[in-house]
């Protein structure tokens, strides 16, 4: 099935503006259940954040002892483990080439994208000089052998990545032909990097608690914690595709792709085999470091028992749910796993940022987040749901792209498979010899 | 000629350091050090310190009011006894406080501030450099901060104060009085101790001076000297006359420095960031193989 049969033709400025205009008037029902809560927590949140900003009163209760909130520890932390899904399944559809998948990437990437930019809007907010930020990029002054600096620039340049990878559906949308045709020369390329810059910055995340060490408890403490964070992130953003993919699959059912119909439950069966072999590997870490650390004495008290929630609840539990699940082809049971292992993650960020940081503090004296803080933090979480609902509903991101785009792809793909045949080149001539001699 | 090639491929290399993320670089090299006419600071070829004898102490708080003074923050009442009641921390408006404890020795005071470590943490976890370690010891914070408070959250001894609230809120820990430092003067709070149980000096001389009082006086000290070898080495140095854990300190940080524990990650980046690309290409062209190849079947 093809898409749009006519692209919209834009000549010039003016119709471009108009086009835009046309676009930025909402689309679909307003008065949903979704809408009327969201939007006066995300009005509220706006208020909040100026007054933040300003230094007019004190939002957040972050303190000497507690440096770093849910800002950081949920936004910034989980949102990126979250994001996690658009790395892995890139490399899935685009360097493994494995078909099946096509039709979630653009929703897979488009989430991705949009949770770089609104988690890291979210660290902006969180860090008390944010005219500064500027200084990671610009001047003379770079902290090197920093993880944060690490960090920093590969989300930035990790964000032209992925948009790069999504800017089809904009040139799509625009009815852009020959951009689009540039831009989807540029996707793989721009894949390959940004699978390079999350496995550095998903775990340079991880990283970042190294020095740390002593405030945070022995129990999650390791000098393996990157490669906790990365081992994770896999499990995490196939997690937050399939759960993406149980909503989305109903609030956007008139704009889904043939494609994705007839393969959803496939895909998300093959999505839950994913999780389920990630999340071993991540279990099995743990327990080889809970056997090396020599811990086993600690099990045994309050925080004991609070790792062995995270650990067992909502790790070793999802992952036999997820195995069970794509065995039996079972939707329920990957979406109950789904769950549990996203809420696993949420619960383990925190617990690095957070809960497990300076445990010996008693309760009185601990960071709890302020209503404030939370109403910002849902606020960019909305925000997020927000631009992705706006794009996907303009936007060839379940739908089939236009039909002038796929027709430019069949094209391609006929000339790349006509090319070796027509043998005129040398390169043609050694590549045939090769087959040949195959 | 020779020179010539040799300095090209020294330029050659610090190029490609520069390009793979510059995150090669190890400790001792982190943070950029700054010199301010460091001639008129006897003894700064290494770093320079403090020594705090506790045995010494009496608890007179003449150092806090002289910090107070020198940095333009509130002076504190030295005539209250009441702060004594429970250990203080050092707060984003007063950079260092005097404890009292009750030992078996009887009552120790001790003076806290930042320990200027030789590899500091929180310089390795800045960003952008505005907390750095210079050339002469101090570690001083710049307003080129962008308030991240990744310092806070990796210090050990937990000194880095953030003003929250504010507009533009600073960083606030002792700079071991760097802006006196370059004018040739002692720290404020060295200067202001009636006791003389504060020393400055070059931290080489500062640890013998140390083990001199240590040796000298047998049983009226404990023979370690705390900051000599803690955390990779401090420029505040204490000796006291009972072990460091009765008098507030912590004992279990070990002597690695912290930026240590992060250089096994920074290693691996310059790897990943060469072998990652060229493993994911290679995988690419396999697949695209098999794609043609079961593309060209299809169509026959």
Same mark, same amino acid.
């Given at each position: 099935?093809?898409?749009?049969?006519?692209?919209?033709?834009?000549?010039?400025?003016?119709?471009?503006?108009?086009?835009?205009?046309?676009?930025?008037?909402?689309?679909?029902?307003?008065?949903?259940?979704?809408?009327?809560?969201?939007?006066?927590?995300?009005?509220?949140?706006?208020?909040?954040?100026?007054?933040?900003?300003?230094?007019?009163?004190?939002?957040?209760?972050?303190?000497?002892?507690?440096?770093?909130?849910?800002?950081?520890?949920?936004?910034?932390?989980?949102?990126?483990?979250?994001?996690?899904?658009?790395?892995?399944?890139?490399?899935?559809?685009?360097?493994?080439?494995?078909?099946?998948?096509?039709?979630?990437?653009?929703?897979?990437?488009?989430?991705?994208?949009?949770?770089?930019?609104?988690?890291?809007?979210?660290?902006?907010?969180?860090?008390?000089?944010?005219?500064?930020?500027?200084?990671?990029?610009?001047?003379?002054?770079?902290?090197?052998?920093?993880?944060?600096?690490?960090?920093?620039?590969?989300?930035?340049?990790?964000?032209?990545?992925?948009?790069?990878?999504?800017?089809?559906?904009?040139?799509?949308?625009?009815?852009?032909?020959?951009?689009?045709?540039?831009?989807?020369?540029?996707?793989?390329?721009?894949?390959?990097?940004?699978?390079?810059?999350?496995?550095?910055?998903?775990?340079?995340?991880?990283?970042?608690?190294?020095?740390?060490?002593?405030?945070?408890?022995?129990?999650?403490?390791?000098?393996?914690?990157?490669?906790?964070?990365?081992?994770?992130?896999?499990?995490?953003?196939?997690?937050?595709?399939?759960?993406?993919?149980?909503?989305?699959?109903?609030?956007?059912?008139?704009?889904?792709?043939?494609?994705?119909?007839?393969?959803?439950?496939?895909?998300?069966?093959?999505?839950?085999?994913?999780?389920?072999?990630?999340?071993?590997?991540?279990?099995?870490?743990?327990?080889?470091?809970?056997?090396?650390?020599?811990?086993?004495?600690?099990?045994?008290?309050?925080?004991?028992?609070?790792?062995?929630?995270?650990?067992?609840?909502?790790?070793?539990?999802?992952?036999?749910?997820?195995?069970?699940?794509?065995?039996?082809?079972?939707?329920?049971?990957?979406?109950?796993?789904?769950?549990?292992?996203?809420?696993?993650?949420?619960?383990?960020?925190?617990?690095?940022?957070?809960?497990?940081?300076?445990?010996?503090?008693?309760?009185?004296?601990?960071?709890?987040?302020?209503?404030?803080?939370?109403?910002?933090?849902?606020?960019?979480?909305?925000?997020?749901?927000?631009?992705?609902?706006?794009?996907?509903?303009?936007?060839?991101?379940?739908?089939?792209?236009?039909?002038?785009?796929?027709?430019?792809?069949?094209?391609?793909?006929?000339?790349?498979?006509?090319?070796?045949?027509?043998?005129?080149?040398?390169?043609?001539?050694?590549?045939?010899?090769?087959?040949?001699?195959? | 000629?020779?020179?010539?090639?040799?300095?090209?491929?020294?330029?050659?290399?610090?190029?490609?350091?520069?390009?793979?993320?510059?995150?090669?670089?190890?400790?001792?090299?982190?943070?950029?050090?700054?010199?301010?006419?460091?001639?008129?600071? %006897?003894?700064?070829?290494?770093?320079? =310190?403090?020594?705090?004898?506790?045995?010494? +102490?009496? &608890? #007179? @708080?003449? /150092?806090?009011?002289?910090?107070?003074?020198?940095?333009?923050?509130?002076?504190?009442?030295?005539?209250?006894?009441?702060?004594?009641?429970?250990?203080?921390?050092?707060?984003?408006?007063?950079?260092?406080?005097?404890?009292?404890?009750?030992?078996?020795?009887?009552?120790?005071?001790?003076?806290?501030?930042?320990?200027?470590?030789?590899?500091?943490?929180?310089?390795?976890?800045?960003?952008?450099? %505005?907390?750095?370690?210079?050339?002469? =010891?101090?570690?001083?914070?710049?307003?080129? +901060?962008? &308030? #991240? @408070?990744? /310092?806070?959250?990796?210090?050990?001894?937990?000194?880095?104060?953030?003003?929250?609230?504010?507009?533009?809120?600073?960083?606030?820990?002792?700079?071991?009085?760097?802006?006196?430092?370059?004018?040739?003067?002692?720290?404020?709070?060295?200067?202001?101790?009636?006791?003389?149980?504060?020393?400055?000096?070059?931290?080489?001389?500062?640890?013998?001076?140390?083990?001199?009082?240590?040796?000298?006086?047998?049983?009226?000290?404990?023979?370690?000297?705390?900051?000599?070898?803690?955390?990779?080495?401090? &420029?505040?140095?204490?000796?006291?006359?009972?072990?460091?854990?009765?008098?507030?300190?912590?004992?279990?940080?070990?002597?690695?420095?912290?930026?240590?524990?992060?250089?096994?990650?920074?290693?691996?980046?310059?790897?990943?960031?060469?072998?990652?690309?060229?493993?994911?290409?290679?995988?690419?062209?396999?697949?695209?193989?098999?794609?043609?190849?079961?593309?060209?079947?299809?169509?026959?």
């Amino acid at each position: 099935m093809k898409g749009k049969a006519a692209a919209v033709e834009i000549k010039n400025f003016k119709e471009f503006v108009a086009f835009i205009l046309s676009e930025l008037k909402p689309k679909g029902k307003l008065l949903t259940p979704f809408n009327v809560i969201s939007a006066p927590i995300m009005l509220l949140g706006a208020v909040l954040m100026v007054i933040h900003l300003t230094g007019f009163a004190e939002v957040t209760h972050l303190s000497q002892e507690f440096p770093w909130g849910i800002w950081i520890g949920f936004n910034v932390m989980v949102g990126v483990a979250f994001a996690g899904g658009a790395y892995v399944l890139t490399f899935v559809v685009y360097v493994l080439r494995s078909e099946k998948y096509h039709p979630i990437i653009r929703a897979t990437v488009l989430n991705g994208f949009l949770a770089y930019v609104f988690y890291a809007g979210a660290l902006a907010l969180d860090v008390g000089r944010p005219w500064n930020m500027v200084n990671v990029l610009v001047g003379n002054s770079f902290g090197v052998g920093s993880i944060l600096f690490l960090v920093a620039w590969h989300f930035l340049l990790y964000m032209v990545a992925e948009f790069i990878e999504i800017s089809p559906a904009f040139a799509e949308w625009l009815g852009w032909k020959r951009v689009r045709k540039f831009l989807c020369t540029l996707t793989l390329g721009a894949v390959i990097f940004g699978i390079t810059l999350s496995t550095l910055h998903q775990s340079g995340l991880g990283a970042l608690f190294m020095m740390a060490k002593g405030k945070i408890h022995p129990l999650w403490y390791s000098e393996y914690v990157p490669i906790l964070f990365l081992v994770s992130s896999i499990f995490a953003g196939i997690s937050l595709v399939i759960f993406e993919g149980s909503i989305s699959h109903r609030v956007f059912k008139d704009k889904l792709s043939y494609e994705y119909r007839t393969s959803y439950k496939d895909m998300m069966v093959g999505l839950g085999k994913i999780c389920a072999g990630a999340m071993f590997v991540y279990f099995f870490l743990k327990l080889v470091l809970l056997i090396h650390g020599g811990h086993w004495s600690l099990l045994n008290t309050p925080m004991g028992y609070w790792y062995l929630i995270e650990v067992v609840g909502l790790v070793a539990i999802p992952c036999f749910l997820f195995l069970q699940g794509a065995r039996y082809k079972n939707l329920t049971l990957i979406r109950v796993a789904t769950v549990l292992a996203m809420l696993g993650i949420v619960i383990n960020r925190l617990n690095y940022s957070v809960i497990a940081y300076k445990w010996w503090i008693p309760f009185s004296q601990r960071y709890v987040p302020s209503l404030g803080e939370i109403v910002i933090a849902l606020t960019f979480v909305f925000i997020n749901i927000w631009a992705f609902r706006w794009i996907a509903m303009r936007m060839p991101i379940f739908e089939a792209p236009p039909a002038w785009a796929v027709e430019e792809d069949e094209r391609e793909e006929e000339d790349f498979a006509f090319e070796p045949k027509l043998g005129v080149t040398m390169a043609d001539g050694g590549k045939k010899m090769v087959e040949r001699e195959r | 000629m020779g020179i010539g090639r040799r300095v090209f491929l020294k330029g050659l290399g610090a190029g490609i350091a520069g390009v793979t993320s510059g995150s090669i670089l190890t400790p001792d090299k982190l943070g950029a050090t700054e010199s301010a006419g460091s001639k008129e600071i %006897a003894g700064s070829e290494e770093f320079m =310190g403090v020594l705090i004898d506790t045995t010494r +102490c009496v &608890g #007179c @708080r003449s /150092c806090e009011v002289a910090c107070a003074e020198a940095h333009n923050f509130p002076v504190p009442d030295i005539e209250d006894e009441s702060v004594f009641e429970t250990p203080r921390q050092p707060t984003e408006s007063q950079w260092t406080v005097v404890n009292r404890f009750e030992t078996e020795k009887g009552e120790v005071f001790v003076k806290k501030q930042c320990m200027h470590c030789n590899q500091p943490a929180c310089a390795a976890a800045c960003l952008v450099n %505005a907390m750095r370690k210079t050339k002469e =010891g101090p570690v001083v914070w710049g307003e080129n +901060c962008m &308030g #991240c @408070r990744y /310092c806070m959250f990796s210090c050990p001894f937990d000194i880095p104060k953030f003003e929250y609230g504010k507009w533009n809120p600073k960083i606030q820990k002792c700079n071991l009085c760097w802006e006196r430092l370059k004018k040739g003067e002692k720290p404020a709070c060295v200067e202001a101790c009636p006791e003389e149980a504060l020393t400055f000096g070059s931290r080489r001389n500062m640890i013998e001076e140390a083990n001199r009082r240590i040796y000298g006086s047998p049983g009226e000290y404990v023979s370690h000297i705390y900051g000599e070898h803690e955390v990779g080495g401090t &420029g505040y140095l204490y000796i006291s006359p009972v072990p460091f854990e009765q008098i507030g300190f912590p004992t279990d940080l070990g002597t690695t420095a912290y930026p240590e524990y992060t250089t096994g990650f920074l290693f691996s980046v310059p790897f990943v960031l060469i072998l990652w690309p060229a493993l994911l290409s290679g995988i690419s062209y396999a697949t695209k193989w098999k794609e043609e190849k079961r593309k060209e079947g299809g169509t026959r």
